[in-house]
Structures are given as structure tokens and as C-alpha cells.
């Protein structure tokens, strides 16, 4: 069965800091890879996609992929009270371009 | 994505009742997805439409689950005999073509809350 492990948290940093999320997944052909945000009582929302090995930022946000490791992570420096929320990673399925796997995501608390 | 549309929001049930939850994609997108959150659980994938079509239901339960989306109209996910188990967040998303590999993503609905009973 194919999954998408996530630490489930609490994630608790101080306000400006970096925060730091980690995914692993078992799928070896999977190509896909995204960090949705999802704030309580909302629907998830995407907030990074990345399918080649190495780094992609997007303004405060930097998504990091290794192949060889089956690991994606997320980045978000000088973390704001507002990126409290969970963090979803998700990884297409081996050959199905349209079926995500979520993990069950990281609970992020920025403190003030 | 604001333009998938989902009602209603929030729905309560009792069990042995049916839900029907209502999905109109972004216009013009004629590909579905369905999605469900458990309370504790990650996103599970259910099953994917186009119009008039199943493409693929591998997630959805054998039983009381059924969904469909008309040449007319929002798409429908239909849950027979509702259980306590059913109480979920359900998540449509909608693109215009098949999603591919790279490049394309699902952007969700707001979600409908369902309560059961």
C-alpha cells in the first residue's frame, strides 16, 4: 500500500522563525509532489507543487525534494501566526495522474 | 479554487437517511474528483468522473456510495443508509483535462461537512 508519512506534530516555533516539515513516501515511481495548507474547518489548499529533485521557493516557502530518499519538505522562513495551520503533503500515485496519497499531515503553531 | 462549488456546506443526517452532496466544477472543466477527510485522517481519493462517466471509483466504498456527473448539471455524490462512519469532510476538485504529471494540480472546493447522527 502506498503511503505518505508525515510527523503529525504539534510544531511549535516562535514567530519569524524557519519552520521545518518533513514527508516521506513509498511510492518510487511517483512524480508529483505538493504541500497543501489546511486551516481548521477549511478545505485544503495548495501552496507548493515540485517534481524535480533539488529546491523550489516561492517567496517564503521553499520546497525540497529527494528521490533517492522518497523525501519532500517544507520550509517557511520568518513563520507568521497566520501559517498556523496543518500541513498536508501529498504524492500522486504510481502511474494514476490524478489520485493524490496525503499524509495526515503536521500540525503548525507560530507563537506570537 | 473558488470556482468549484460545493453545497451544501454543512449537512446533517441521521442514520439510515441518504446525503447527496452537490459538486459544480469551474466552468468549462469536465473532469471531477472526490475526495474524503475522516476526522484524525488524511485526504483519501474516492473517485474520478467525467461527464457521463466513471473513470474511476477504486476509492469509493462497495456499499451506499455512488456518485455520477450528468451531461447537465453539478455532480453528485449520493451516500445510501447513512452511519456514524460517514462523518466526514467530502472535497470535490475539477480540471480541464485529465490532470498530468507535472504541471496540472488539484485545487479543491470548500468542502461539505457531513454529521451523521
Known sequence: QKEVEQNSGPLSVPEGAIASLNCTYSDRVSQSFFWYRQYSGKSPELIMSIYSNGDKEDGRFTAQLNKASQYVSLLIRDSQPSDSATYLCAVNSGGSNYKLTFGKGTLLTVNP | ?117
Not at chain 2, 25 to 44: A, D, F, M, N
Not at chain 2, 70 to 98: H, N, T, W
Request: proline share 6%; charged share 20%; with cysteine.
Open chain 2, 1 to 117: 479554487n473558488a470556482g468549484v462549488m460545493q453545497n451544501p456546506r454543512h449537512l446533517v443526517r441521521r442514520r439510515g437517511q441518504e446525503a447527496r452532496l452537490r459538486c459544480s466544477p469551474v466552468k468549462g472543466h469536465s473532469h471531477v474528483y472526490w475526495y474524503r477527510q475522516l476526522p484524525e485522517e488524511g485526504l483519501k481519493f474516492m473517485v474520478y468522473l467525467q461527464k457521463e462517466n466513471i473513470i474511476d471509483e477504486s476509492g469509493m466504498p462497495k456499499e451506499r456510495f455512488s456518485a455520477e456527473f450528468p451531461k447537465e448539471g453539478p455532480s453528485i455524490l449520493r451516500i445510501q443508509q447513512v452511519v456514524r462512519g460517514d462523518s466526514a469532510a467530502y472535497f470535490c476538485a475539477s480540471s480541464p483535462v485529465q490532470l498530468a504529471n507535472s504541471g496540472n494540480t488539484i485545487y479543491f472546493g470548500e468542502g461539505s461537512w457531513l454529521t451523521v447522527v
